[in-house]
């Protein structure tokens, strides 16, 4: 099986309104970076490839045939708390304050301008998980 540098066997592939300003977004609160982008006759985004955090992300601009879609990511960081303030201040919505959880992580929750949730996690211990 071949699989492209930088994608993984499941890569996170989402449809949004406004693809070009959700990848602004992803830039201001994650450090989104910009793989490569693909683009339709009139300009929409066909797809776009961005590295978040060393993972692979796809997006494209909704349609009629590919409707928005919405996800929920699970983001481990260095700070759970800087990363919330960044994450906000690129536009994101607060959903989950920061707090110590019993599984052994520092993390809050935000949502997206195109509605896509993202636990903010920091962990606080080498104990696995569960």
Same mark, same amino acid.
């Given at each position: 099986? =071949?699989? #492209?540098?930088?994608?993984?066997?499941? /890569?996170? +592939?989402?449809?949004? $309104?406004?693809?070009?300003? %959700?990848?602004?977004?992803?830039?201001?609160?994650?450090?989104?970076?910009?793989?490569?982008?693909?683009?339709?006759?009139?300009? =929409?985004?066909? $797809?776009?490839?961005?590295?978040?955090?060393?993972? /692979?992300? *796809?997006?494209?601009?909704?349609? /009629?045939?590919?409707?928005?879609?919405?996800?929920?990511? %699970?983001? +481990?960081? @260095?700070?759970?708390?800087? @990363? *919330?303030?960044?994450?906000?201040?690129?536009?994101?919505?607060?959903? *989950?304050?920061?707090?110590? *959880? #019993? %599984?052994?992580?520092?993390?809050?929750?935000? =949502?997206?301008? @195109?509605?896509?949730?993202?636990?903010?996690?920091?962990?606080? /211990?080498?104990? #696995? %998980?569960?």
């Amino acid at each position: 099986m =071949r699989v #492209p540098a930088g994608f993984s066997v499941v /890569t996170p +592939y989402l449809f949004v $309104n406004g693809a070009d300003d %959700y990848l602004g977004f992803l830039a201001a609160a994650f450090g989104a970076r910009e793989i490569g982008c693909s683009r339709a006759p009139d300009g =929409r985004i066909a $797809n776009a490839q961005i590295d978040v955090f060393g993972v /692979t992300l *796809m997006v494209s601009e909704a349609s /009629t045939a590919f409707e928005a879609s919405r996800a929920a990511f %699970y983001l +481990y960081v @260095a700070d759970a708390d800087a @990363a *919330m303030a960044q994450a906000e201040a690129a536009g994101a919505e607060r959903i *989950m304050e920061v707090a110590d *959880m #019993p %599984y052994g992580d520092r993390q809050g929750g935000v =949502r997206d301008p @195109a509605g896509t949730i993202w636990w903010i996690s920091q962990r606080l /211990t080498d104990a #696995p %998980y569960f």
